[in-house]
């Protein structure tokens, strides 16, 4: 086997032989650089088949060695390494074409591993790695909020398969963040002056699923008074993004695969075939492998839209993102309400960490949300706080008595209404304020008018 050979820059003398003495345990020849300029300088007169940098290094640091490296030898992948990990470097360094970025402190093994893909995939795709060196505008990604592993995992995730044109699965429960991650992937993507088009599933009704994604021609059925283009044509050059794909009805499956298989539609009721050229991103809280076990999902659209898979973590499994997340909604929230920021007292922000949010981050919003609109005082105690569908109650009654209290029915309508007026009587937005579809919304509200 030829030797591979990587550079290890770091302006500590002992962790650049600490990291030197991992590579070589790792079968690598190391060899150590204690700045970006003479980094540099070995880098040009000599090959290496991997760079290992520390992100802080004084008034040159890992992003400028990084950006230098690309422009010398896009194929050579650059590991960045940093002590202060967060969401918003890890974007910007996956973006800039880093092949990974590391917290430390670094674990052997996990570096022996990291290595050995770095190097082989320099190896397969060395004429084939690009990377982009216009100044992208800001994205969905500015608003991404968190700095655990698993959020650090999952974006870095995000952002290589934005630079591709492969179908996406994006997996998650309600309320993670699937459609703002394929937002992001439509943003930072070449599609991105194009259409991004997003459609949950759930949301149509069984008869027009068809007629929604691929259009209709005028005459096709009762109330086809005029031709209409469907989700497919709509998105024409841009990206697809159909959330819930697991609940798709098994008939219009086979259409999907078909189109998405030959990027050509046939409209309902028409006879001509049009041609679309659309980057498919899929996303759903299913288990889709179970379904498909169950004959509920087909294998071959399956595999057709997992081509790539981004898994966005629960908020229970990454409680140390709950205080800053709090913040960020709260200041956002009260910015478009032109209130003074409320700043949480000790005690409601440990009843945010202990809750275990079966809604997620758009149920920490909405929570937030509340907070800003109903809250006019500048600390925010636990009782105040809208977990659920009843208000948290730091005092809880003596067991010996019991209070009258009202109905969980009276309060889910209470809820409800409050929701209804906070977004005009837009029934579509409060769905989704709730976490429900449009249509259950509507039949509670028919089952709110009827007398029991």
Known sequence: MNETRVLVVDDKDIVARTLATMVQKNGHTAVTSHSVVDALRLFDEQPFDAVLSDVKMGALGGFDLLKRIKERAPNVPVILITGEATVVDAMEAMEAGAYDYLSKPVRNDVLGQLLKRAIEHKRLVAREVATSRSDPAPTAFTDIIGHSALMLDAFKRVARAARSDASVLILGEHGTGKERVARALHEKSARSDHPFVAVNMPSLATGIVESELFGHRRGAFTDASAN??????????????????????PQVQVKLLRAIQEQRIKPVGGNEEIAVDIRLVAATNRDLPRLVREGRFREDLYYRINVMTIALPPLRDRRDDIPELADY?????????????????????????????????REMENVTQGVVQFCDDAVVTPDQLMLGAVRFDATPASPTTVPEMPSLRQKMDEYVQEVLTMTGGNHTQAARVLGITRRTLQRMAVKRRTPE
């Open 228 to 249: 209409r283009q469907g989700l497919f044509e709509q998105a024409n050059g841009g990206t697809l993004f159909l959330d819930e794909i697991g609940d798709l009805d």
């Open 329 to 361: 909604f709260l200041a956002r929230y009260a910015a478009k309400a032109g209130k003074p920021v409320p700043r949480l007292s000790p005690e409601a922000l440990e009843v945010l960490v202990r809750h275990n949010w079966p809604g997620n981050v």
